[in-house]
């Protein structure tokens, strides 16, 4: 079923047949990124906006992608004071995405601030809320990235601490490595959707990211959504890569 991806939060009863695929858009253009949305629309079940493409295209972007009928996932990682996330959340919301990054480490006040703007927003434009997805450590950190700014906790540690401050801060989804999916599991409520990149088949590459796990294993492991890049717009053939990470996971 296209897009049924996105029921996943709206109704909870048809999680078990979402396509958990969500494309990241992560090309510098308009021309590049709705080709490429096009073509694999039909295998994916949402695609991610990020800064690379949004401070291309703008918020023009995340309007045409939402006229295919695809659900998107605005990828822009706000961190700065919680009033301005608040209103960065606001304005991110009235292009009507579905889900949507806020830095842990921008503290509980910050993340209070982004949940609730979500909700005002959304309650009173008539919208769904998106999913505010807290981002604990990047995928392309490791201990030594996490000791260069002088934090001395080692990986898991670290995202343990940022995920339990993001349920406290009412935020009902998280963006984390696929490795740390079945430990997080163990201390979060059921309800909180894991959104993992770091996705590699083993056909391509690892890139920068350090911390991967192939899609079936990252599915098995308790992942709701799987963010994939590289393995799928730096294919010969994108929908022909989409397709195979989707049977793999059938
Ligand atoms: O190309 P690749 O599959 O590595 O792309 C992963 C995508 O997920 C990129 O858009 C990257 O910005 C994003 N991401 C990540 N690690 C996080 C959060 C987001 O790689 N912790």
Known sequence: MRF??????????VADKKNPIIAA???PTAEQALKLAQQIAPVVGAFKI???LFTA????IVKKIRALGAAVFLDLKFHDIPNTVAKSVASAMRLNVQMLTVHTSGGLEMMRAAEESAQQT??????????ILGVTVLTSSDSRT????????NIGAQVERLATLAAKAGLRGLVC?????????????SHIQLVTPGIRTGAEKSDDQKRTLTPREAIQAGANWLVIGRPIYAAENPRTAAEKILESIS
Do not use: H, K, M, W
């Open 4 to 13: 049924s991806g996105i029921c996943v939060y709206l109704c909870p009863s």
């Open 25 to 27: 858009l992560d090309v």
């Open 50 to 52: 990020g800064s690379e």
């Open 57 to 60: 295209a703008g918020p023009d």
């Open 122 to 131: 959304a309650n009173q434009a008539g919208l769904n809320t998106p999913l």
């Open 146 to 153: 996490l000791a260069e700014i002088g934090c001395d906790q």
């Open 177 to 189: 490595s696929p490795l740390e999916i079945a430990d997080l599991r163990q201390f979060l409520l």
